[in-house]
């Protein structure tokens, strides 16, 4: 069964979870959880997480590195390799 759309409630999530499992795994797609109405939660797959943390990290790195720049606490290319 595939996962039509991929905004569900809760009461999917509780009654349909391996097939859940097995869409999200083959699709990696997230699907987002609602209650009451409200979206609560969002489920992915693993290497999807893996994936999204690394780009978060790599992110993060680039911004450090662009503030350095901003404050002057860097050194030029030929002094690091001199």
């Known amino acids: 069964m595939k996962i039509s759309s991929q905004i569900k409630p809760i009461s999917y999530l509780k009654s349909h979870m391996a097939e ?3 869409d999200i795994s083959e699709s990696r797609e997230p699907l987002f959880i609602t ?7 969002v489920v992915m ?5 893996e994936e999204q943390k690394e780009t978060l990290a790599l992110l993060k790195i680039l ?20």
């Not at 797959?45 to 997480?49: A, L, R």
């Not at 911004?63 to 001199?82: C, M, P, S, T, W």
């Open 20 to 22: 859940i499992v097995k």
């Open 35 to 41: 209650q009451n109405g409200e979206a609560k939660l």
């Open 45 to 49: 797959d693993v290497k999807s997480y």
């Open 63 to 82: 911004a450090l590195g662009n503030r350095e720049i901003e404050q002057n606490k860097f050194r030029d290319a030929e002094d690091v390799f001199a």
